[in-house]
């Protein structure tokens, strides 16, 4: 029982992460040979460079529908818990960062790096928040 | 908040697996609770008290 309370929400996650990062490999690999080949301009590549988000957002809303779904309140508080730490540690790491290239001319940290960041600061957060109930 | 789980979990011979399986929670749930460093929700308290057939108030006391 335990084990079919922790699992069916998380396996519906899994299985829609699954698609969302095969559509990704798909659309970016689709989007970039489009790109080296074909050179599109103007609304076209707006379009197309647009494309490889989709399944981004689609993980994100995935992570939120799994939050929806999962029926054990201690799981979902670890959860939500985590989520708010890991958004105070990406905001504050990416303002620091913000700061180090206007005035000091630190390298440019590009914009689609702060979701992996945020995702490697969820993973500390989720095992942090974690011990502090086992 | 302090609790009686423990003992009336024990009165009846569950352990917290048992117990998690009633309340279609996890283990972990059924631990946090009873150790303090979980406080549940007003509708998981209102079933634990249920099964226990005994009152919130019964099971659950703010004295530190």
Redesign the interface.
Known sequence: MEREIEDSALSRYKKRMFILVVVLALLSQLVFWEFIRHHPTGVLAYLLAVLPALPFIGIMATYALYIAELRDELVRTVVKTSLLWSIVATLSATTLWGFLELLANAPHLQPLLVLPIFGIFLGIATALVNRRYE | MNNRLRVLRAERAWSQ?DL??RL??????V???ETG??D??LP?AFRLARLFETTIEAIFTDEK
């Open positions: 697996a998690a399986e279609e929670v996890s283990r972990q749930s631990n946090a609770i460093k979980y549940p929700s998981l």
